[in-house]
């Protein structure tokens, strides 16, 4: 079974511009969320979405955003690009939206904004 | 802030000595989770314990939780160079309605062959 799979690996912008990242989970799971990663802040929960909608949401302001398709698949979206937001964005699927179930990590997407 | 919180934040050790990590958090809980990163990769899961669980066992793993302290150890026995990683502790949090796992800092590892 393939893993969760994120594109693209590395990402390079510049302030201003919105970028979009992609995410496909596990064949089967229907909950995926996403998490930034950072030096200083470590990780930190961006959002959940579970059968296209969204379930749990982190501290974020609303220039982050997402959605999850019929399939599965997640995007997520942030506008307005700042400096902070260089950061490693893990996405993670499970089977169900439960918080005792395993998550599984993609290998994240590498932004660097400019 | 951070509800669980890795302790030490850095070990260095030799190969095949054990390696011990600490996690304390705030509030209460239904389960913690130990995951680990390589150099700046996705998280891999490693173990989860539920609250009602006070240790558990995965091949060279060991668990540990303490709810009555707020706190879970883990435990590598006969460490090698591949566990060289970051390992980090997760727990439940539910705040406004939202769920979430909220992730410590993390301890990096270095197993020197």
């Known amino acids: 079974k393939a893993g969760v799979t994120q594109t693209p690996r590395y990402l390079i912008k510049t302030r201003g511009q919105q970028v979009t990242l992609s995410c496909s989970p596990i064949?089967?799971?229907?909950?995926v969320s996403w998490y930034q990663q950072t030096p200083g802040q470590g990780l930190q929960f961006l959002f959940e979405?579970?059968?296209?909608?969204?379930?749990n949401k982190g501290n974020f302001p609303g220039r982050f955003s997402g959605r999850q398709f019929s399939n599965s698949r997640s995007e997520m979206n942030v506008s307005t690009l700042e400096l902070g937001d260089s950061a490693l964005y893990l996405c993670?699927?499970?089977?169900?939206?439960?918080?005792?179930?395993?998550?599984?990590f993609g290998p994240g997407t590498r932004l660097t904004v400019l | 802030s951070q509800q669980g919180e890795e302790d030490p934040q850095a070990l260095s050790i030799q190969e095949g000595e054990n390696a011990t990590m600490n996690c304390s958090y705030k509030?209460?809980?239904?389960?913690l989770q130990w995951y680990r990163q390589n150099s700046g990769r996705g998280l891999v899961h490693l173990i989860l314990?539920?609250?009602?669980?006070r240790e558990k066992h995965s091949g060279r793993l060991r668990v540990t939780l303490d709810t009555s302290k707020k706190s879970s150890s883990l435990l590598i026995t006969a460490s090698r160079a591949a566990d060289t990683a970051s390992y980090f502790c997760?727990?439940?949090?539910?705040?406004?309605?939202?769920?979430?796992?909220?992730f410590g800092k993390g301890m990096k590892l270095t197993v020197n062959p």
């Open positions: 993670a699927s499970r089977l169900q939206g439960a918080l005792h179930n395993e998550q599984f």
């Open positions: 064949s089967g799971h229907r909950s």
């Open positions: 979405y579970f059968s296209e909608t969204q379930r």
């Open positions: 509030t209460s809980i239904n389960n």
């Open positions: 314990i539920r609250s009602n669980e």
């Open positions: 997760a727990t439940d949090r539910r705040e406004g309605g939202s769920e979430k796992l909220v």
